[in-house]
């Protein structure tokens, strides 16, 4: 796009010119607006005064009103009469006056309207009363005018509350059209979020405000942004030769060359500066309405917003269902409450009042330095992502600059423009969408996305996902290898600054690292081919692994734009998904290890399935060897750890029947809640059983001297000398909870060529205490030996895969078929 002169389309003396040698385009539209109003004022005395000698007047409304017209805008115009007119001679006046102002360039648009007509509430046309709020007097009748000019005012004052509901309501609704967002790369500057529209709607709340209520001057602290946001408008007006509002690709790579533009400069950085500055203009705007719209009452829903004060902290107070600081000047001396407020939100869905957000954001500086340190800021971040309304938290982290105090290298991808035709948003507000998708999955509604709302409740850390998602585009600024490369490294000087545990910064760099695996196989391999399974598997390692994969990967897809997860990539991806689940549950048994360099380990190692190697460090397998050395001595090694909220128990001993069982059984007994389990057998028939679970009741906790009573009791279930069915038969069997018909649909699934010599069978179904003794029981009373299980429960939710053989065979068609039966019987016993 060029900015060679277009054909005039109206009087444009010499501000064009004047405009592109770097004239300052806050002064050239007021004189644009004055040369207008000298043309109008001429048509009016030439073509209707003499029709109208008295009883119609002509205001500016509108941009035009402000003297705010810019090259091809519309000129708004009220035509403000003492009555309609029926008179043929005035409406052929009327036309010949807009024909001529058309014909000369001017386009005009107009309203007739009597006083009485505008001081009246519309609700069909809120427009007509927030045109009128920047009207001003332009020819004609000057009695009529004033006649509006002392009943406006009035009219303002009694429907005040009317006319900012109703201006709110419109926009957010238009706000929402854009994905309430200001990062679109080819944004509308007029209507998006952050655009001309906002800085209206700052003035208009402005001036329906109660006038005994003082407000920020948000446009005079806004004068640096409205005087950019001018010129672009300016420019594409100019080039475009019409009014032109969306800022397209073409028009980005010539407005960066242009002298006033600071050009020339490269597209990405200047459009950087564009979203930083539509970004204040939005805040502001959303702080004008939370401060106006807080102030009106609203009958009983004040009562229950008043209820809500209830919630209120020593630090932090509920007030009109904002959040306000007890005390402000605090976060200078503990920055952390910024954060505290932030999990308030995620918490209660409240959040900080325009007051506190302008103090978080002053207190910036002093919060960067606080935490440029090294301290535990993912104890906090870890909360927030776990809590209900953890996106509106997110976003306020993004809005107020937090998450660029927490994370500095975030401001590398702030405004960042990756130009395409497939992206529509920057890089940082993909990624906020992208977490937005997954987290919407919670409370999802839509039947063909039903799979992965349930997958996402199979996952033990969504707080992890959640961060991953936040590192894994954040090196896509960078020049590197790969952006996942570049994006996992940046994202190990954060996970080590905000003090994240070792175990979990691996997963998360993991996650990083590996984010586009499942769209590579998806868009490039076919999945009908043997090696693609065994490729995803070998990138996946671990089933628990392959579904963060696939949710992280659902969810950056559907950032991408609002079409981009079409319900073709949606069954793709899932069948990506299944065939690599279905490929890892089928080397639990068939890929095994063989380790033959007569090492300790290796001794120990060799038969084991390969998951062991995937999900067990050095020193977990160092104390393996050292339960094993117990079980050669005293028949079975028993460990019994507690890990943060949940227990850890491990076993190593000789393989029998029942024994499995047996150890569930022991567990059970107690009261314990088993939520993963996984058994594996060695070449040499020592079984490895490690069992996480959970203590309901606080046994353990409360009574350190059961914890020996547990482990001896596991011991002898171990060695077969405790029968557990008597400990059981004592317990009494939990009641099956009301709303049967509501509860989860068990699903039973059998695989006889999964592997070489066992049949996997899946089960899927709602958990309770003693369900896996049930099916291990089953099991046992059936002739079936365990050779390999892998439990996982996530959400009351029992996820089971068993390997089973009997008398060293598959099972039969007619054995699946009564066990089968069975299971299901115990999933809704």
């Known amino acids: 796009m060029s900015a060679e002169k277009p054909p005039s389309s109206g009087p444009l003396p010499d501000l064009r010119e004047r405009f592109f040698s770097g004239g300052n385009p806050v002064a050239i539209l007021p004189e644009r607006s004055a040369s207008v ?21 002509v205001a500016a409304v509108g941009g035009f009103g402000r003297s705010e017209l810019f090259p091809h805008s519309d000129i708004d115009i009220l035509l403000l009469v003492d009555k309609a007119s029926q008179d043929e001679k005035a409406r052929d006046a009327l036309s010949t006056f807009l024909r001529k102002g058309w014909d000369g360039g001017l386009r005009l648009s107009h309203s007739v309207h009597t006083v009485e007509e505008c001081c009246q509430l519309h609700t069909g046309n809120l427009e007509l009363s927030i045109s009128l709020l920047d009207q001003r007097f332009l020819c004609g009748d000057s009695g009529l005018y004033q006649k509006l000019a002392v009943r406006l005012p009035k009219f303002i004052a009694a429907e005040r509350q009317a006319l900012i509901k109703g201006l709110v309501r419109q926009t957010r609704d238009r706000h929402e059209k854009f994905q309430n967002t200001v990062y679109h790369l080819e944004p509308n500057i007029k209507e998006a979020p952050g655009g001309l529209r906002d800085l209206h709607v700052i003035g208009w709340l402005a001036k329906l405000n109660d006038p005994a209520r003082e407000l920020p001057d948000w446009l005079s602290e806004l004068a640096r942004e409205i005087e950019f946001l001018y010129a672009i408008r300016c420019y594409l007006h100019f080039t475009a030769g019409r009014d032109q509002n969306v800022l ?64 209120s902290t020593s630090e932090i107070s509920v007030s009109k269902e904002r959040l306000l600081l007890r005390n402000p000047q605090s976060l200078e001396s503990d920055p952390e409450l910024a954060l505290r407020v932030v999990r308030f939100t995620a918490r209660h869905g409240l959040p900080p009042a325009a007051d ?184 996946a390692g671990t089933v628990e692994n392959l579904r963060y994969l696939a949710l992280m990967t659902y969810a950056d897809i559907s950032g991408v734009n609002p079409t981009a997860m079409t319900p073709w ?119 490895l059983d490690s069992f996480t679970f959970a203590d309901p009741g606080r046994t353990l906790e409360l009574n350190p001297s059961e914890v020996d009573r547990l482990r001896s009791t596991v011991e002898k279930a171990a060695m077969g000398t405790l029968d557990v069915r008597q400990m ?88 699946q078929f009564v066990l089968e039966d069975r299971l299901r019987a115990v999933c809704m016993a």
């Open 248 to 311: 397209q690709f073409d028009a980005q790579e010539e407005i960066v060359k242009q002298p006033f533009a600071g050009g020339p400069l490269p597209v990405e950085k200047w459009m950087r500066q564009y979203f930083l500055s539509a970004r204040r203009i939005h805040r502001a705007a959303r702080q004008a309405i939370d401060v106006t719209e807080t102030a009106i009452p609203s009958g009983l829903f004040t009562q229950f917003r008043e209820w809500r004060t209830r919630l």
């Open 569 to 687: 990539r949606l069954d793709q991806l899932w069948r990506v998904y299944s065939i690599g689940m279905r490929e890892l549950t089928r080397e639990l048994d068939t890929d095994r290890i063989h380790a033959a360099d007569g090492a300790p380990e290796s001794d120990f190692l060799e038969g084991f399935p390969s998951r062991y190697l995937r999900t067990h460090d050095k020193d977990e397998i160092a104390a393996h060897l050292k339960l094993e050395e117990q079980a050669r001595n005293g028949g079975a090694g028993v460990e019994l750890v507690r890990r943060g909220g949940v227990w850890k128990l491990t076993v190593i001993t000789l393989d029998r029947p029942r024994l499995f069982a047996s150890i569930v059984g022991a567990l059970s007994g107690f009261g314990m809640d088993i939520v993963k389990a996984e058994a594996f057998s060695n070449s040499k028939n020592e079984v």
């Open 356 to 539: 506190t957000e302008r103090r978080i954001e002053r207190a910036l500086p002093a919060i960067e330095t606080f935490f440029a340190a090294e301290r535990p800021l993912w104890n906090h971040l870890r909360e927030i992502f776990s809590l209900p309304h953890a996106m509106q938290a997110l976003r306020i982290l993004h809005d107020t600059g937090l998450l660029g105090a927490v994370m500095p290298e975030w401001r590398m991808i702030e405004g960042f423009v990756i130009r395409d035709f497939y992206h529509r948003y920057t890089v940082d507000e993909h990624t906020l969408i992208v977490a937005e998708s997954l987290l919407e999955l919670r409370n999802n509604k839509d039947a063909a996305r039903r799979r992965f709302s349930e997958l996402l409740t199979e996952v033990e850390s969504v707080p992890l996902l959640v961060f991953a998602i936040l590192l894994h585009d954040i090196g896509k600024s960078i020049d590197g290898p790969t952006h996942a490369q570049e994006s996992a490294r940046l994202g190990e000087t954060i996970m080590q600054r905000i003090q994240m545990p070792e175990e979990e910064r691996g997963f998360v760099r993991f996650l990083v690292e590996q984010h586009l695996v499942l769209s590579s196989i998806m868009n490039g391999r076919d999945l009908d081919e043997p090696s693609t399974a065994k490729d995803l598997a070998a990138k």
């Open 37 to 57: 109003d000298e043309l109008i004022r001429e048509s009016f005395e030439k073509h209707l005064a003499p029709v109208f000698s008295k009883g119609m007047a």
């Open 728 to 815: 059981l038969e004592r317990r009494m069997r939990p009641a099956t909870p009301k709303g049967a018909a509501e509860r989860l649909r068990p699903s039973i699934y059998f695989d006889g060529e999964a592997s070489l010599h066992a049949t996997l069978v899946e089960v899927i179904a709602e958990d309770r205490i003693g369900l896996l003794y049930d099916f291990a029981s089953v099991f046992a009373e059936s002739g079936f030996n365990v050779e390999v299980v892998l439990i996982d429960t996530e959400a009351h939710k029992a996820l089971d895969v068993f390997y089973l053989t009997r008398n060293g065979r598959k099972l039969t068609e007619n054995e």
